[in-house]
Every structure is written in structure tokens, then in C-alpha cells.
Nanobody
Framework: QVQLVESGGGLAQPGGSLRLSCVVP????????MAWWRQAPGKQREWVAT???????AVADSVKGRFTASRDSAKNTVDLQMDFLKPEDTGVYYC????????WGQGTQVTVSS
């Protein structure tokens, strides 16, 4: 069974930073574009960022200039550096391939609050 394991979430103050990491099976990481999604309470899951093989990445307009996505083939991880956090960034963050597989990990909770 595929395992995607997200970590790094927690409580942050507005303006603060968090770095999320997702352990991805090597075979999946080597062969897929990866992405981050998030789901805020009461809302649908939404795309946040994509990181391609070349380390180029794209982010949603709502996080542009604040979030950076990357991948580390040596560690088999994809990461999301989140700076200048806002309360509206609160939610559960997931990594997955792009397009997403049917399987989702447990996600990691991010709460931005003063």
C-alpha cells in the first residue's frame, strides 16, 4: 500500500513560518510531479503548490510570495516552506502526486492563530 506521510504542522502565529515535509516512496517520487493540497474546516480540499522534477514550482495565488515547494530525492521528501503565515492558511495539509492518486495520507494540521 502506498504511504504518504506528512509532518511539520503545528500552531504558528500570524506572520510566522512552518516547514512541512512529506515522505514519499522513491518509486513514486522519481516518476511523478508532486503537489501539496490543503483542506480548511468546512471547505473542499484545494491545491496549494506543485513541484516538478526540475525543482521548478508553482503555487496558488493565495500563497504566492509566501510559500515555496521543493523536493529532495536523497531524502525522498517533498517540502513546503510556509512564511508570512495568515489565519486563512489554517487547515490540514496533504501531499500527493499531480494528478492526485486515490490514496491520501493522514495530512498534517496547520493552525495559524494569535
Amino acid at each position: 500500500q502506498v504511504q504518504l506521510v506528512e509532518s511539520g504542522g503545528g500552531l504558528a502565529q500570524p506572520g510566522g513560518s512552518l516547514r512541512l515535509s512529506c515522505v514519499v516512496p522513491e518509486s513514486i517520487l522519481q516518476n511523478n510531479v508532486m503537489a501539496w493540497w490543503r483542506q480548511a474546516p468546512g471547505k473542499q480540499r484545494e491545491w496549494v503548490a506543485t513541484v516538478a522534477f526540475s525543482q521548478s514550482y508553482a503555487v496558488a495565488d493565495s500563497v504566492k510570495g509566501r510559500f515555496t515547494a521543493s523536493r529532495d530525492s536523497a531524502k525522498n521528501t517533498v517540502d513546503l516552506q510556509m512564511d508570512f503565515l495568515k489565519p486563512e492558511d489554517t487547515g490540514v495539509y496533504y501531499c500527493n502526486t499531480l494528478p492526485a492518486m486515490d490514496y491520501w495520507g493522514q495530512g498534517t494540521q496547520v493552525t495559524v492563530s494569535s
